[in-house]
């Protein structure tokens, strides 16, 4: 039995579905699955919140409209991603 194996076997131990769960055994993700998902976490919502509050901020002098559309557009950004998460 591997360490891996015998962390699994010690938290489903006490748990009341663990014959019905259907967490799979391999929980090993490739490195192109690694950095896709920490580009779609914090990477392209960081660009996203610098162009939004760049963009705006030539359109705009006022810091609260900048920081609402800045947060506006990751929450959106946010959103779109959560709808789409099967497809991810």
Known sequence: MTNGE???NTA????IIRERCTV????????RQRW???FLAYIL???LL???IVLTDALTDNEYIIG???LGVVALYYLILFIN????
């Open 6 to 8: 015998n962390d699994q």
């Open 12 to 15: 489903c131990g006490g748990c």
């Open 24 to 31: 799979q055994d391999e929980t090993k993700y490739s490195c």
């Open 36 to 38: 896709k998902a920490l």
């Open 45 to 47: 919502p960081f660009v």
């Open 50 to 52: 610098a162009g939004a």
């Open 68 to 70: 609402g559309i800045a």
């Open 85 to 88: 998460k099967p497809k991810v």
